[in-house]
């Protein structure tokens, strides 16, 4: 009669694994593993020596080989599972819609794959667009903010180390794809080449996580959209420091790029009211910052007031109710001349607002 082995190398393998802590086999789980299959040591001893799972370090020691701590890492939970999680955003009542946000919505609620980019200056509402947008539309957002730092670890993902295990953990990019959602790429200009490890991604093509040997497709629905103030082609004026200059072939995987301008007078005015009951206030503010826009625009003024700004300025004035301390404290940001040009000007908007008053500061 031929011989038969009382266990097979999975029923050995999956033995002197079996906890998920275990990067090491060392006798003592030799002889755990010989009397719980009823054999001697040295059957499994030798079996074990000669499994390519394993790699004998030292006399009645091994490790684990990396393909199969590799297998073990990807098997074990996710370091953070988010699939449970609702990743719609909420819908905002101070959002008033402007500019491009009609077209960049109908892309989204589309659920056609078509990546955009949206250029311009700061605090005009771009990120605020892209997630109402969402919120209207219903569709789950996720949003990424670019630094130069930002690798493919963070993008795709990577081993994380969890209770003393390391366990494979989706990057945010990885999670879009495999749940159909909108992955807003934020300052996208701002990144370094490593950022061309989502070229395929942006094919539409979904990406191969190389580490754990996955082929991850986008879900329906899945689709990119990235924010920048410049075009790609960095900042000559010094305006916005640390933004690079995009690869050629990365820009080009965006089929379509919006302009966005601050809103009109008229709908800045309504975002502000939105803030503040001080109707007033918010028509001095907007034509205040819209003279500042226009200077800036003809070269006058190396700064600008940005809608975001404004928005500050009327948060401020609801929490102190003083107007000018409000204007103040939101234009301490700039240098003294500026700074005092922005006040003299709107001396000149608002005539209830007097500069020489000792509660200014």
Request: with cysteine.
């Amino acid at each position: 009669m031929a011989f038969q082995a009382k266990f097979s190398n999975e029923d050995l393998i999956s033995f002197l694994t079996k906890n998920d802590t275990v990067k090491e086999v060392t006798s003592k789980q030799i002889n755990e593993a010989a009397a719980h299959f009823d054999v001697q040591v040295q059957s499994v001893t030798k079996r074990v020596n000669k499994l390519k799972e394993f790699r004998k370090v030292t006399r009645g020691k091994w490790t684990l080989t990396v393909a199969e701590a590799l297998e073990k890492n990807y098997s074990a939970p996710s370091a953070q599972p988010v699939q449970s999680l609702n990743l719609i955003p909420d819908t905002d009542d101070h959002f008033v819609k402007f500019g491009n946000f009609n077209d960049i919505r109908k892309i989204i609620k589309s659920k056609v794959f078509y990546p955009a980019f949206i250029t311009g200056l700061s605090g005009n509402g771009k990120t605020f667009s892209v997630e109402q947008a969402c919120a209207q539309t219903k569709r789950e957002f996720i949003r990424v903010n670019i630094t130069i730092e930002t690798d493919e670890d963070d993008l795709i993902g990577g081993f994380r180390l969890v209770n003393g295990s390391t366990v494979w953990h989706n990057g945010p990019v990885v999670e879009a794809l495999e749940r159909g959602a909108v992955l807003l790429l934020d300052e996208i200009d701002l990144a370094s080449n490593k950022i061309l490890c989502l070229q395929s991604i942006l094919e539409g093509k979904g990406v191969f996580l190389k580490k754990i040997g996955r082929h991850v497709l986008p879900a329906k629905g899945f689709n990119v959209i990235a924010t920048a103030n410049t075009k790609g082609k960095g900042s000559d004026d010094g305006r916005f420091i640390g933004t690079n200059v995009l690869n050629e072939a990365f820009l080009e995987r965006f089929p379509v790029t919006f302009e966005q301008s601050y809103p009109s007078v008229s709908i800045e005015q309504k975002i502000l009211e939105k803030e503040c009951e001080d109707i007033p206030f918010c028509k001095h503010l907007v034509d205040w910052a819209d003279i500042i826009r226009k200077t800036f625009f003809d070269g006058g003024v190396d700064e600008i007031i940005s809608t975001r700004r404004l928005v500050h300025i009327v948060r401020a004035y609801a929490i102190w109710g003083d107007k000018l301390k409000a204007i103040q404290v939101c234009l301490n940001r700039f240098d003294d001349e500026t700074k005092s040009a922005f006040l003299d000007l709107y001396d000149k908007v608002d005539a209830d607002v007097d500069l020489k008053s000792e509660d200014a500061n």
